[in-house]
C-alpha cells in the first residue's frame, strides 16, 4: 500500500524471532536485509513527501523491494524448522 513500512517482521510476523537471529549470525542475510530495509525506507519518504519521480523509476524500485523481499523469505523458509 501506498505510504506504508513493509519491514520484514511487519511482513512475516510469523518469522520474527527467526529474522532476528538470522540478522545476527547470518551475514548474507543481514546484508541483504539491511538493503531492503535502507530500499524500503526511500521508498517510504518519496510516497510521504510526494517527492517527484517517473512511474518507470518508482516501479523499478518497487521491483527491486519485492525480489530483495523473495530472496530474504527463501531464506527464512530454508532455516524455519
Known sequence: MFGERHD???EFPEHAE???RLHEENA???ALMDEYTALDAEILKIEQEGTPI???HAEELKFKRVSLKDKLYAMLQSHAG
Open 28 to 30: 548474507e542475510f543481514a
Open 8 to 10: 520484514l517482521p511487519h
Open 18 to 20: 527467526l529474522i532476528t
Open 54 to 56: 517517473t512511474d518507470e
